[in-house]
């Protein structure tokens, strides 16, 4: 990824000497192998900290909502599932398509962490990990091993179906070919031929370790509303227990607020602290609208009107009939 890297730079350089932006989000390094978070950009001296990696996983879209507060034009790097969240914002109107600056980086997939302590195993210790090709090259302290990247993907990734940004200014790199996807719908369809004793006892077993750290709201694109209601103390919408009936009023209130808009990034399930799988919640949405409304793929087009956010006087349901 080093020629990425550099290119990296190089546009980001080219971009503050120009003045074409204010601030550029990219990635840097943290303090571990597997660390690579948000990095903002407004000073030359600072571009030797941007990086690209199989770690570079987090959507920068979502910072555009407080630094389009202070800054006039924002650059930023996007990857397909990023691209997808800047038209979210964009149909959303929070942000306006002049006010950013779009580098669009194809993307195989990121690393899963996890996954590669468990193939490397504890006892060695990892130093770095990059990608070559289909490899993943994990470098320890006894040397280097070699992985098949597609083994130790998130398993966000493994149902990715826009690889490549669908919108952007400029392509830093060559577009790749969409690779096969795992079936995204395959677990909900086997929740939905369980019982409904099984599916309550599925679904309260996950809510009832839920710390309502909200950090599933704060990485969401469709979670933009300017105050979100369960922050309002008049009228209070979630009580203060953390306890199942709260819980699962709290997700079950999400998953319906940001149904035909969610773009299935999978941001919620991977920051959830206690493993909670919230994709499925919103794919379960997602594969009843789909059947009910027709195929709607959120984030694809901004003009295309929301199977839930659209509606005519001559709508044969009204509702004005009782």
Same mark, same amino acid.
């Given at each position: 990824m080093k020629p990425?890297?550099?290119?990296?730079?190089?546009?980001?350089?080219?971009? /503050?000497?120009?003045?074409?932006?204010? /601030?550029?989000?990219?990635?840097?390094?943290?303090?571990?192998?597997?660390?690579?978070?948000?990095? &903002?950009?407004?000073?030359?001296?600072?571009l030797d900290?941007?990086?690209?990696?199989?770690?570079?996983?987090?959507?920068?879209?979502?910072?555009?909502?407080?630094?389009? @507060?202070?800054?006039?034009?924002?650059?930023?790097?996007?990857?397909?599932?990023?691209?997808?969240?800047?038209?979210? /914002?964009?149909?959303? @109107?929070?942000? *306006?398509?002049?006010?950013?600056? /779009?580098?669009?980086?194809?993307?195989?997939?990121?690393?899963?962490?996890? @996954?590669? *302590?468990a193939a490397v195993g504890e006892e060695l210790s990892i130093r770095e990990v990059r990608r070559d090709g289909d490899e993943f090259i994990v470098l320890t302290d006894n040397g280097e091993q070699h992985l098949d990247a597609s083994n130790y993907l998130l398993d966000k990734c493994l149902s990715c179906r826009y690889p490549n940004p669908i919108v952007y200014d400029q392509l830093l790199a060559? *577009?790749?070919?969409?690779?096969?996807?795992?079936?995204? &719908?395959?677990?909900?369809?086997?929740?939905?031929?369980?019982?409904?004793?099984?599916?309550?006892?599925?679904?309260?077993?996950?809510?009832?370790?839920?710390?309502?750290? &909200?950090?599933?709201?704060?990485?969401?694109?469709?979670?933009?509303?300017?105050?979100?209601?369960?922050?309002?103390?008049?009228?209070?919408w979630l009580g203060k227990a953390n306890i199942l009936s709260e819980n699962q009023f709290c997700h079950l209130?999400?998953?319906?607020?940001?149904?035909?808009?969610?773009?299935?990034?999978g941001e919620c399930q991977r920051v959830c602290p206690m493993d909670i799988p919230l994709q499925e919640l919103n794919r379960k949405l997602i594969k009843d609208l789909n059947e009910l409304y027709g195929d709607y793929d959120a984030g694809t087009d901004p003009e295309e009107p929301q199977p839930l956010g659209t509606f005519k006087l001559d709508d044969p349901a009204s509702f004005s009939e009782s």
């Amino acid at each position: 990824m080093k020629p990425t890297v550099d290119k990296l730079k190089e546009i980001a350089a080219e971009t /503050l000497v120009g003045k074409k932006a204010e /601030l550029i989000l990219g990635w840097q390094k943290g303090s571990f192998w597997w660390q690579s978070f948000p990095a &903002f950009i407004e000073k030359q001296e600072e571009l030797d900290s941007l990086t690209w990696d199989p770690f570079c996983v987090a959507n920068l879209s979502i910072y555009l909502l407080e630094e389009l @507060k202070r800054k006039k034009k924002v650059a930023l790097f996007v990857k397909g599932c990023d691209a997808l969240a800047i038209n979210r /914002l964009l149909q959303d @109107k929070c942000i *306006e398509r002049e006010q950013v600056l /779009l580098y669009g980086l194809p993307c195989k997939g990121m690393a899963d962490r996890a @996954k590669i *302590e468990a193939a490397v195993g504890e006892e060695l210790s990892i130093r770095e990990v990059r990608r070559d090709g289909d490899e993943f090259i994990v470098l320890t302290d006894n040397g280097e091993q070699h992985l098949d990247a597609s083994n130790y993907l998130l398993d966000k990734c493994l149902s990715c179906r826009y690889p490549n940004p669908i919108v952007y200014d400029q392509l830093l790199a060559q *577009e790749i070919d969409t690779f096969p996807v795992k079936e995204r &719908f395959q677990s909900v369809v086997k929740l939905e031929n369980s019982t409904f004793e099984e599916r309550y006892l599925y679904w309260s077993g996950h809510f009832n370790r839920c710390l309502r750290c &909200f950090a599933c709201r704060n990485v969401c694109p469709a979670c933009n509303c300017r105050e979100c209601i369960f922050d309002q103390n008049e009228p209070r919408w979630l009580g203060k227990a953390n306890i199942l009936s709260e819980n699962q009023f709290c997700h079950l209130i999400r998953a319906y607020h940001v149904a035909g808009r969610c773009i299935d990034c999978g941001e919620c399930q991977r920051v959830c602290p206690m493993d909670i799988p919230l994709q499925e919640l919103n794919r379960k949405l997602i594969k009843d609208l789909n059947e009910l409304y027709g195929d709607y793929d959120a984030g694809t087009d901004p003009e295309e009107p929301q199977p839930l956010g659209t509606f005519k006087l001559d709508d044969p349901a009204s509702f004005s009939e009782s």
